[in-house]
């Protein structure tokens, strides 16, 4: 009985790990991460003064993970807008969310029950881009470990890790912090991610790939799902964390929780990905 | 008689598109260039400081479009210094344009009809810079469409679309504004530019690709020299435009123009290619 | 007797420039770029804040000239991060510098007889860089003279270079100085160091790479050392530049210098290398 349902889990991931990611899982990640994008404040406006500089912004945020990860291996930072059915969808997507007719499209997409189901499937495509990086950075740096993990890593969190000019892009400038600096939620998450992948591929974790690949995508789109559900930004990896970086680095008990919630009112809009439905909408609102 | 009218032009056209740029086209290319360094603000103070940032500077209004164009099809960015001839000549108009005696060279080429002719000139060293861009990328990404545009688009702004770093080098930041967000007519020429040579290259514009070049120069060539002449930075595009932008993205009509005024006051001296000639004067004279 | 000491010299700067660099060199280029990196405000702060982003400035300390030369020569950024035993080695000294217990370490390797060793090994391993980078590059393009001093310069000047941006990682932007406008007596040497490795390479210099490796080290090594044990930040080539720049650049005279020093007062952190010993225990203390 037991035999049996590890064969079928080995091959229920196994099928998982093999699946198409396009269109669908892809157009669910253009629409939230386009989405995140109408919410950054001042887009609006700039998608009505510059659209070019806009469709920018959205190319960005969505294959901003393929730009960082080429330019980390020497590639051309440009060579992913080669597909160009893609780049076509993202562009219908972006258009849609910033310039239907009573913006009907944005409200659809931004329907709660119907945003849980596209982030659940952003998270999928996340886990994979992630395994995908280290298995690319594998390829081409047999040793080359630390490699791995940082392309494991920019593949994960994509534009996150270049908001700062994302925003610069968009006129604003915002040096007081950055993504390193305050880690959000699913920054760090492809940070551990990206590092179990590594020890997986130098056999330093006896788990098939596929098996991992379930797991983790199992366990993002389900921690995502619920902040979502709950406009909560609080990290599963919160205590842990707390714990660890007081053994080694010598920070203050709780301190990691605090931190990133002190400096919350002096700038209320920094971590792209954390602020309340809400407060959003009315930002988004009002923009318009 | 019409037969023969065509096969000139073909010929003209084909004879034109062959010319070599170099020297006297890039010689061009290189003084008004640089000349566009000298009329911002602070420069000038920046050669006597610091002539090594100068020097950089100059080398980025020079050889930014093909800084960028390498960086962007994964090339070293400095593949194009290894032309030394170049560079040095570009070095030694640096030199005469900063550091003449009695300002002799600076006055002779600002003198206007001197610089109507170098501006023609730059307009040409310009469009053959789009279509090689288009082409080269082209030769890389066979269906890269979009990577087409972008090359030839960066091939024809240069140092303009890096306009915030280039100017980091000298000290100054304002990151309220750039080239994407406010675009210069020769920046929006050399994407719809850049956009009618990838068409071209995809054989969906039924036109030689000379022809093309030799047209597109004459526009360009035309355009800047009336607007260098007249003092003026309207741009030929702007009521299409503004149509075109009412209609697709819901700008306010005339808005496009609009915006391109209303933030002159605030920051007066926001684009390099666009301030009156007198007031250049003045500013540079100031600055000596 | 001359031709006798004439072959020991040679043999010597022939043994000398084939002396390995891993691990004693290296381990005191890391030693002493980290402690630099102490030194800087606010950075014990982001070390108790942000283990990541501290970790990512040292490497970026330790690392950046290897980093700056391969988006020189189009290569990867991240290639020299196959290294694992040299990432290891240099993360340990990150954790050994900020994190040990009583800031053991720290005051150890600070202890000026110890700093002063540490920091004439520093030089012994940037004047091998700075040929390493001209070689290569020379390898890459033979007759690129403009290429090989730029990447010898930025394998000796290495973090400095993009100080601006290493800064913002940890939250720190200013805008209005950088390496290049105010340079540091390191990143002058280095410049220089690079001009006269290409001439060498370009067979203009008639002397060997390997009497040129240790006379260059020996001068940078002996500069570095009274500087630092003087707490001075003169610059040896203060008069010669002072008088060339007059000359061919219609600097004012002496202007080099008091440039140098006159921005001090407004932004007395600038320059990394040049605090006095003082001052940066102070503030180093004073951030625990």
Known sequence: MEVLAALNLGEISHTFSKMGMFPVFDLAYYIVSILYLKYEPGSVEVSRRSPVASWLCAMLYCFGSYILADVMLGHSPVDYFQHNSHILLASLVWYLIFYCPLNLFYKCVAFLPVKLVLVALKEVVRTRKIAAGVHHAHHAYHHGFFIMVIVGYVKGSGVALMSNFEQL?????????????????PTKASLYGAILFTLQEAHLLPVAKSTLILGFTLFMATSKVVMTARHSHGSPFALIESWVCHLLFGSPLGGAEEDHHAPAPASPLKTKEELSEGARKRKTKKAE
């Open 169 to 185: 892009l968009r006129g604003v400038w915002r040096p007081e912090t950055n993504e390193i600096l305050n880690m959000s939620f």
